[in-house]
């Protein structure tokens, strides 16, 4: 699998976009235009294998043509589950998004219930005004069988670009192994809808 589908969700403020933007140009910059969703696109290389990277970020205000969520349950191979370790409420609808992707069954989707799913609690900056506690946090991501992280996008790049090529590296190992038993077919249908939907592009 060297095409790889990621979604970054969550609700609005919680740092997507400088997740997104910081992992693809190692910025950091303060404010993002949350009036529109993208799809930004990268080329890397993860254990010398090149991959085709598709990143989507939605857009918290309802915009045209908007992904619902479930298209983009739909659409992604992997996703990036993120909310604010400052804010309470993002952690709540973190843990029912969580629990959306899991509970959507093999043959409705793309997806089954091995799909990879990354929990960020982001602005770890701001732990003087915490809400949500880091073992809140891991037993969230362990409940759903999902990888976890805390990370800031203001302050880390390291660990930011380390959390984004795991996701991409598993993603990429879960979708062979899938590939391996499932019948020809689900993959096509996935490219059709999202030649359907005939997403905004832009690379970096
Ligand atoms: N302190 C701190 N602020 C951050 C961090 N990441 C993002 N922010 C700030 O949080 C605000 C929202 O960031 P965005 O990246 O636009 O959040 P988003 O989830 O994409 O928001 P929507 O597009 O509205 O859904 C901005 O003011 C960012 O500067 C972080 O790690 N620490």
């Not at 969700?9 to 910059?29: D, N």
């Not at 891991?138 to 976890?148: H, I, M, P, S, T």
């Given at each position: 699998m060297n095409d790889i589908k990621l979604a970054v969700?969550?609700?609005?403020?919680?740092?997507?976009?400088?997740?997104?933007?910081?992992?693809?140009?190692?910025?950091?910059?303060g404010e993002y235009a949350s009036s529109s969703e993208c799809i930004y696109r990268k080329r890397m290389s993860i254990d010398g294998k090149q991959m085709n990277l598709e990143l989507y970020d939605p857009c918290s205000q309802p915009c045209e043509g908007q992904f619902s969520l479930n298209e983009q349950m739909h659409w992604a191979d992997g996703f990036v589950v993120v909310y604010d370790i400052s804010d309470r409420s993002s952690f709540i609808t973190a843990q029912a998004i969580v629990h959306l992707i899991r509970e959507l069954h093999l043959g409705v989707t793309k997806r089954d219930a091995d799909s990879v799913v990354f929990l960020v609690g982001n602005k770890q900056d701001l732990c003087h005004v915490r809400e949500v506690s880091r073992e809140e946090g891991?037993?969230?991501?362990?409940?759903?069988?999902?990888?976890?992280y805390e990370l800031s996008a203001a302050e880390h790049y390291q660990e930011v670009a380390l959390m984004f090529s795991k996701v991409v590296r598993n993603t990429s190992l879960n979708g062979k192994a899938k590939d391996r038993r499932r019948p020809s077919g689900s993959k096509s249908m996935a490219k059709l809808i999202n030649n359907v939907f005939g997403k905004r592009r832009k690379s970096v």
């Open positions: 969700l969550g609700s609005e403020g919680v740092g997507k976009s400088a997740l997104i933007v910081r992992f693809l140009t190692r910025r950091f910059i891991q037993r969230l991501a362990a409940e759903f069988k999902c990888q976890f």
